[in-house]
């Protein structure tokens, strides 16, 4: 299909409640807005939950929803406002917002030159006297129809029935008016969870999974909302919208290491203290002045950790990168929920190509990929085969789309099922990955719901075997596969207390979990990358828990002795064997991509403000960063050859 590009940038953030943006998208968004990008924030809920705004020291507080959401939507412009760079209790312009099939909501802008942010206000309950959890309920049963809180102090002053559709078709209808290049999002598959009722209540947490039923709700939503946004904008010949997603972890952020080093976390911390405000302030809202329930130091001290981390959903490359036989570098991504292909327009150009259409949809974020032998490429997606309410299926399966011949087209979409036996369990799996073995053979692995490796290989006539389950311990998304020269498969995975270690003993064997191949490492503080050593070993790069250096560990080696490594920042890494030793890419602490090549370290200052996760490439330009900017456009940065980006 034909594919929309405006080349402008424009953020859409779907939140549960007022603070999930703060909390759990931070720092992305605040990247994107001190780079100029608009944003447009949509609150589904009103976020008033008991009525009950705390003041510390005095929690014997009267209950007044209609006053509590108030209070929260103006610690959302006291935070929004220092985002801007604008004093805290700058005014907004407040006003009405006409919706989808005659709904109306409560919006709120202000522009800081040529930055702007603007909040809408949908205001759903969180609670109804007949179900406690509304959103959730609003999800899954097709009787439920739900009247909207009205916000005290607020230009809109009636309430607004929604059902189901009429939630889905609001945004949608926000979607096509705003046309955002990026959507970020809740999590809509939240990992399983069991902790004992008072550990699951004191974490806020829904039975069985580790995040507020909330987020999980209108994530699904939004994820059912940016299917139905393109099948309509399709529909009849019309052109794809061009926009990538991005879904983030929420309460996951409890249960493992926290990945934010102090400099980053203190900024981050930094912009809850003006959304907690204080009862003290004069904010010129009589209903108060933020939400004196996090004010202060507290989203530090709080022991659940949530704002100590930041988690994408789906980890991985965006975009992998292939060449073609011509020398030119292609780019495979998800544009509209779809696949594409990017190819430079000369080899070496540094310029891409308009988008080819591949299909597919609707897939996750971040694509898989293997080269077999004889050139031709494998890309792998992890699809949403349903997701709707009311009961309906709600199914995922990783999906392979396999070229005909190298640099040429692709057969159909081939579904590879999913490592799981129900939908609900299914659900949890993890991104693709996939790596080629000397014998020719492709091994496929999955994150699977217990948290641990599942695997499918294909064989070298082409057929794939069953998926099998390798057990080992829990670890997060985010797999690492090398191939060491012996030509042995490996794939490694962050625990929470080492490195757990997957991988073939003889070449040709089967892959198998090695338990004590992670003794005497050190705890990750999340996704690691790994490269092969000359003398068949492999050496790991990755971050400790909330630091900002980078240490280098020989995997499977007694002892462990790490190597400090001078790169600095936070995020995700990526590693490539380089003639003049590695080279590591990421971010630094001030979110701006940067390249360690040859032994000094070189900052991107140009160009696009980057996505999540640039995949690093060692061509004849030297090491290259390819990766996707706010305008859903790729983006690549040779430093050698002093390509910009």
Known sequence: MPIASSRRAQLMQILAH?????????????????????LVC???TAGEHDGK???????????????????????????????????????????????????????????????????????LPMHTTRRYMAIPSLWQDRALGLHTVVAKDA????????????????LVGLMEQYRPTVIQTLDPDPDIQHSDEATRKKDS??????????????????????????????KDGGRVPGFVATAFRGYYNRHWPKNLPARVLQEKAAHLVPYGGDPSWECGNPSGCGDYNVGGVRPLTNKKGWVRSTHHRYPGDRPVVATEPDGRLAAYGVLGLRAVRWRETEPGSGEWGDPQDLG???????????????????????????????????????????????GGGFLAWYGLGNPERDDDRGRRIGVPVAVTAPDGRVHLFVRNADKGVSTRV?????????WRDLGGDEIQDGLTTVVDSAGRVHVFGAGRDTVHHWAQDVLGEDVAFRPDAGSGLPAPGGPLVA??????????????????????????????????????????LRAAAGPDGPALLGKDLGGRVQLRVDGRVVTRAQGTEPLDSPALFIGRSGATAIGMGADAHPWIWSPQAGTAG
């Open 18 to 38: 007022p603070d999930d943006d703060l909390y759990f998208m931070n720092p992305d968004t605040q990247r994107m807005l001190d780079a100029g990008v608009p």
């Open 42 to 44: 949509v609150y589904v």
């Open 53 to 123: 705004n705390h003041i510390p020291g005095n929690w014997d507080v009267p209950a007044d929803k209609d006053a509590y959401s108030s209070a929260r939507h103006q610690g959302l412009r006291q935070a929004y406002a220092t985002l801007l760079g604008l004093d805290r209790f700058t005014d907004w312009t407040k006003g009405v917002a006409t919706l989808r099939r005659d709904h109306q909501a409560e919006i709120n802008t202000l522009t800081n030159g040529h930055r702007r942010v603007e909040l809408i206000f949908l205001n």
């Open 155 to 170: 230009p809109l002053r009636r309430t607004v029935p929604y059902d189901y559709d009429e939630l889905v078709d609001v």
């Open 205 to 234: 947490e829904q039975r069985g999974y580790s995040d507020h039923a909330d987020h999980t709700a209108v994530a699904s939503f939004s994820w059912a909302a940016m299917v139905r946004w393109v099948a309509e904008a399709t």
């Open 360 to 406: 597919g949809g609707p897939l996750a974020p971040a694509l898989g990929s293997a080269a077999l032998k004889d050139g031709r490429q494998l890309v792998f997606g992890l699809r949403f085969a349903a997701i709707g309410g009311h009961g309906g299926p709600n199914r995922r399966e990783v999906v392979l789309l396999e070229q005909r011949a190298p």
């Open 458 to 466: 294909r064989n070298t006539d082409g057929r794939w075997d069953r």
């Open 531 to 572: 490269l092969p050593t000359d003398d068949g070993g492999i050496e790991l790069y990755y971050r400790k828990p909330t630091a900002a250096g980078v240490i280098a560990v020989r995997a499977g080696g007694a002892p462990a002795r790490p190597r400090k490594e001078r790169f600095d920042g936070y995020g995700p």
